[in-house]
């Protein structure tokens, strides 16, 4: 069971980028789908989340208004739109499924991506 990342990169404040997170062999359908990210010498952090239900929420006051997340059930994909990026989103983001409920602590989900690099730098 794989989940990949797309979509990271290297981008100038303001801009905006839109992750993807995709599996194979299994649907997400059931799932909640977290964002999470780790900036170098943090602990990761859980960004945002939505459902087996589709109810999204954001885990930062730093991200609300700038990061939305929506799921494509006919893609089995969850996505992370990112508006308005600031030098402090920069982190590698991972996303990770669980059964139905989102929680904001990592532990609690037990499939995760590789991760991918979003570097924001002028």
């Known amino acids: 069971l794989q989940i990949v990342e797309s979509g990271g990169g290297l981008v100038q404040p303001g801009e905006s980028l839109r992750l993807s997170c995709t599996a194979s062999?299994?649907?997400?359908?059931?799932?909640?789908v977290g964002w999470f990210r780790q900036a170098p010498g943090k602990a990761r952090e859980g960004v945002s989340c939505?459902?087996?239900?589709?109810?999204?929420?954001n885990y930062a006051d730093s991200v609300t208004g700038r990061f939305t997340i929506s799921r494509d059930t006919a893609k089995n994909t969850v996505y992370l739109q990112i508006v308005n990026l600031k030098p402090e989103d920069t982190a590698v983001y991972y996303c990770?499924?669980?059964?139905?409920?989102?929680?904001?602590?990592?532990?609690?989900?037990?499939?995760w991506g590789q991760g991918i690099q979003v570097t924001v730098s002028s």
């Open positions: 990770a499924a669980r059964d139905y409920v989102c929680y904001e602590d990592p532990s609690m989900f037990h499939r």
């Open positions: 062999e299994f649907t997400l359908d059931y799932d909640a």
């Open positions: 939505i459902d087996s239900r589709g109810f999204a929420k």
